[in-house]
């Protein structure tokens, strides 16, 4: 079916700071962002940290409709949106008779595991400082290289909640790092000239936090 059609049959405009679903709801309907972001949320004792922020191309809420089982997670539109939204049979309809879609789902569900086990292998970090440096580390390593260095494609109000601090904490390792010019900070992400270094500064915090406490 030709994107006109789509749009013009499934696609809805969504304002920024529309919920799509939360956490705990069922689920009937997945959605393919068109046009601006919406990010992923689960609630971790008193924070809300940010699983992922979804763009241009990218599809969520898949999930429940194939297995039939609650939201893992809130999706909340975090500029002004176009989706499509498109409800189960439909959904099911499409991926047996076009198996380029069933391909790109498959390909995605893959990357979606190793994003998972990064945010496990940061939770095992107990600092805040750490979870910032092993975050922007693993982003750096992914991000496209430009002429000063590797651009992160993170907003930074984002950055907190992607690691599952507060934000106060984000701000002082991030402080740390700027001042070390190790990161810059941009409006709409960071700046790494030389991850090399910021990987060297994440060993330094893990010996810090093994043997800091020697006399």
Do not use: W, Y
């Not at 047996?96 to 069933?102: H, K, L, S, T, V």
């Not at 400082?129 to 984002?158: N, Q, W």
């Not at 991850?195 to 330094?204: A, M, Q």
């Amino acid at each position: 079916m030709p994107d006109d059609q789509l749009l013009q049959r499934f696609g809805r405009e969504f304002p920024r700071g529309a919920v799509l679903f939360r956490e705990g709801e069922p689920g009937r309907e997945m959605f393919v962002v068109q046009q601006g972001r919406v990010t992923l949320s689960k609630r971790v004792g008193d924070l809300e940290k940010i699983l992922a922020s979804m763009g241009p191309g990218e599809f969520l809420g898949e999930m429940s409709i194939l297995n039939n089982r609650p939201r893992s997670a809130t999706a909340t539109c975090a500029e002004d949106a176009r989706l499509l939204v498109i409800d189960a049979l439909t959904f099911e309809a499409m991926v047996r008779g076009n198996a380029e879609i069933a391909i790109r789902m498959v390909k995605k569900l893959a990357d979606r595991l190793q994003e998972a086990e990064e945010q496990i292998e940061n939770l095992l970090f107990h600092d805040a400082s750490s979870r910032v440096v092993h975050f922007l580390v693993t982003a750096a390593d992914k991000a496209s290289r430009g002429p000063a260095g590797h651009e992160i494609e993170v907003a930074p109000r984002e950055l907190a909640g992607r690691v599952g601090v507060r934000p106060e904490e984000a701000d002082e390792a991030l402080a740390k790092l700027v001042k070390a010019k190790i990161v810059a900070v941009r409006p709409d992400g960071f700046l790494v000239p030389d991850v090399s270094k910021l990987r060297h500064f994440l060993e330094f915090l893990q010996v810090k936090a093994q043997f800091g406490g020697i006399a």
